[in-house]
């Protein structure tokens, strides 16, 4: 096969750069996002990715409570979550995208119910009485 410039092709036909090797410049937008935790448990769709992507990573903070945040990543298959909390460190997890809160009174977790055509749905649960809203930044990959 010839190598052209194919940046939405296969690795095979892409024309190899020295951007896309390191930055994959062509293949990612970023969205900025926010969540009121106190919202019901539920589906809620991100958009504006432009494209169906094939991994995701969430960066989120909750600016009113100090130190709290969740950063994870979902590639169509698996999941790896890190957060940290105030009170009682940190926990990871393989089972969910987001997971915020004190870890021992309440929680928000969510899941990607599906990658869509300009972003992705993600499937919200809560524990106890979850309060704040999280900024997220999304980053959608083709």
């Known amino acids: 096969a010839a190598i052209v410039d194919d940046p939405g092709g296969t690795p095979v036909t892409q024309k190899v750069t020295l951007a896309n ?5 062509p293949h990612f937008t970023c969205k900025y996002a926010t969540r009121d935790l106190s919202a019901v448990a539920g589906d809620v769709a991100y958009t504006g990715a432009g494209f169906t992507p094939k991994m995701v990573l969430i960066f989120g903070n909750l600016p009113n409570l100090a130190n709290r945040g969740s950063f994870g990543v979902y ?16 926990n990871s997890s393989t089972s969910q995208i987001i997971y915020t809160g ?10 990607v119910a599906s990658m869509d055509s300009d972003g992705v749905t993600l499937t919200w649960a809560k ?14 990959f083709r």
């Open 21 to 25: 090797l390191l930055f994959y410049i």
């Open 75 to 90: 590639d169509g298959t698996n999941y790896a979550t890190l957060a940290f909390f105030t009170a009682t460190g940190t």
């Open 102 to 111: 004190d870890d021992a009174t309440w929680n928000s977790t969510a899941v």
């Open 127 to 140: 524990v106890g009485s979850a309060t704040g809203i999280m900024n997220m930044v999304i980053v959608y």
